[in-house]
C-alpha cells in the first residue's frame, strides 16, 4: 500500500516538477498534500520492516506459542503502526512544515521552516530509522545466531548418533 501511495502520488509529480522546474504551479495546499503522501508512505514503508522482522522473530524463537496468536498480534501491531505513519504525517500539517525541496523534486517536510520543524525532522528521522533499520538489524542478527546455535545442535547430534552406531558395530 505504501508503494502504491508512492507510485501514484509522488514520483509522477517528481519527474514532472524535475523536467519541467514548474514545481510553483503546485501551490501550498497541493504541495502539503503531496507532503502528506511522502510521509505516510515514507514512514509506514520503514516501519512495516520492524513488523516483518518482529514477525520472523517470534516465529523462530517461539515456534509453538506464537503461531495461534500471531494474526491477533501482528494486526494490533499493523494498526498502531498505520496510526503512528499517520499521526506522523498529520503533524507537519499542523506546524506547517511541508514544502518544495528544490535539491529533492518533490514537497516534503522542511526543517528550513522553523524550530518545530527542524525538532519535528530529527524525530521522525529517528523514528524511522531505529524502527525501520536498527531494530530490524539486531533482530535479524538474533535469528542467524539461533541459526547457528540450531545448527551446532544438529551438528553435534548427527555426530553422536553416528559414534553410537560405529561402537553398536
Known amino acids: 500500500a505504501a508503494d502504491l501511495i508512492s507510485v501514484i502520488c509522488i514520483f509522477p ?74 499521526l506522523l504525517a498529520t503533524i507537519p500539517v499542523g506546524i506547517r512544515c511541508y514544502g518544495f525541496q528544490v535539491h529533492n523534486g518533490f514537497c516534503t ?15 521522525l528521522d529517528s523514528v524511522l530509522y531505529i524502527s525501520g533499520a536498527i531494530v530490524p538489524f539486531v533482530f535479524y542478527s538474533l535469528m542467524f545466531l539461533k541459526s547457528r546455535q540450531m545448527n551446532n545442535r544438529i551438528a553435534a547430534i548427527g555426530s553422536d548418533s553416528l559414534v553410537n552406531e560405529s561402537n553398536k558395530r
Do not use: E, Q
Open 13 to 86: 509529480v517528481f519527474i514532472i516538477t524535475r523536467i519541467s522546474g514548474l514545481w510553483s504551479f503546485l501551490g501550498s495546499t497541493w504541495c502539503s498534500l503531496l507532503g502528506f503522501a511522502h510521509v505516510i508512505s515514507t514512514s509506514f514503508r520503514y516501519t512495516s520492516m520492524f513488523l516483518l522482522a518482529f514477525d520472523r522473530l517470534n516465529m523462530v524463537f517461539f515456534p509453538f506459542a506464537y503461531p495461534s496468536r500471531g494474526n491477533k498480534v501482528m494486526i494490533t501491531l499493523t494498526t498502531a503502526v498505520w496510526v503512528l505513519s499517520l
Open 109 to 123: 517536510t522542511s526543517s528550513t521552516c522553523s524550530n518545530a520543524c527542524r525538532i519535528y525532522r530529527h524525530v
